[in-house]
């Protein structure tokens, strides 16, 4: 993993005028008021789209790309595994040490009639930060990160990223500010990633892979 190699400069670029815009709001933004907002434009057709496209956070869906990029190159495996142990870390520091017990919208809002989507699991407090958010958010970055020529792709995969964030208000599990410091931490977790990966992996063996090692194996007997 070299460092002018791996940069995802269009997905940061996009990311920061997301950032930007959505920080122009908060001046306006009352806690409670957006999520509200958004739980009256409710209909099936949303409601199964924003519950499919959620599950993309789960932070056990990290454990495919850590295993496939095995089969690549051991350096973005262990970027992506790195990655992994710092967003969780972050979301595990906001939810249980600094902001431990915050309640979420549908325990904030009480007193209110909210339009909850059948089937989903309702949660009612550690809402700060969201682990889905920072969880999509590290992984496509990372995505980026590994994909520097493709542009398409960053940006692609950022506007999944913002989706996914949005369902979690979407399905009243999070507020908007839970889902922009989770984007954030998530961006952070994924270049912290990358220059540790690259700081302290970046020698030959590294740049191996499982199918390298296979190749090697069933390539000796001939050789020999």
Same mark, same amino acid.
């Given at each position: 993993?070299?460092?002018?190699?791996?940069?995802?400069?269009?997905?940061?670029?996009?990311?920061?005028?997301?950032?930007?815009?959505?920080?122009?709001?908060?001046?306006?933004?009352?806690?409670?008021?957006?999520?509200?907002?958004?739980?009256?434009?409710?209909?099936?057709?949303?409601?199964?789209?924003?519950?499919?496209?959620?599950?993309?956070?789960?932070?056990?869906?990290?454990?495919?790309?850590?295993?496939?990029?095995?089969?690549?190159?051991?350096?973005?495996?262990?970027?992506?595994?790195?990655?992994?142990?710092?967003?969780? !870390?972050?979301? @595990?520091?906001?939810?249980? #040490?600094?902001?431990?017990?915050?309640?979420?919208? +549908?325990?904030?809002? %009480? $007193?209110?009639?909210?339009?909850?989507?059948?089937?989903?699991?309702?949660?009612?407090?550690?809402?700060?930060?969201?682990?889905?958010?920072?969880?999509?958010?590290?992984?496509?970055?990372?995505?980026?990160?590994?994909?520097?020529?493709?542009?398409?792709?960053?940006?692609?995969?950022?506007?999944?990223?913002?989706?996914?964030?949005?369902?979690?208000?979407? !399905?009243?599990? @999070?507020?908007?500010?839970? #889902?922009?410091?989770?984007?954030?931490?998530?961006? +952070?977790?994924?270049? %912290? $990633?990358?220059?540790?990966?690259?700081?302290?992996?970046?020698?030959?063996?590294?740049?191996?892979?499982?199918?390298?090692?296979?190749?090697?194996?069933?390539?000796?007997?001939?050789?020999?």
């Amino acid at each position: 993993m070299k460092e002018d190699k791996t940069k995802g400069e269009a997905y940061l670029k996009g990311y920061f005028l997301f950032l930007i815009f959505v920080c122009a709001f908060f001046p306006f933004y009352e806690k409670g008021g957006f999520e509200v907002l958004i739980n009256t434009v409710h209909n099936p057709l949303l409601d199964q789209f924003f519950v499919c496209i959620t599950q993309l956070g789960d932070g056990v869906m990290l454990i495919f790309p850590i295993l496939i990029m095995l089969f690549i190159r051991y350096s973005y495996a262990i970027f992506l595994a790195l990655s992994t142990i710092i967003h969780i !870390l972050f979301v @595990h520091l906001g939810k249980r #040490v600094f902001f431990p017990g915050m309640p979420r919208p +549908v325990e904030f809002l %009480s $007193g209110i009639e909210l339009h909850i989507v059948p089937g989903v699991s309702m949660h009612h407090w550690n809402t700060f930060p969201s682990g889905h958010t920072t969880s999509i958010f590290m992984l496509t970055c990372a995505v980026a990160i590994l994909s520097p020529k493709q542009k398409a792709l960053q940006l692609l995969v950022l506007v999944i990223a913002i989706l996914t964030g949005f369902s979690r208000i979407y !399905l009243m599990q @999070h507020f908007l500010i839970d #889902v922009v410091v989770g984007s954030f931490l998530g961006v +952070v977790a994924a270049y %912290s $990633g990358r220059w540790m990966t690259i700081r302290f992996f970046s020698k030959k063996k590294f740049r191996k892979s499982l199918l390298s090692n296979r190749k090697r194996k069933m390539a000796r007997p001939i050789m020999e």
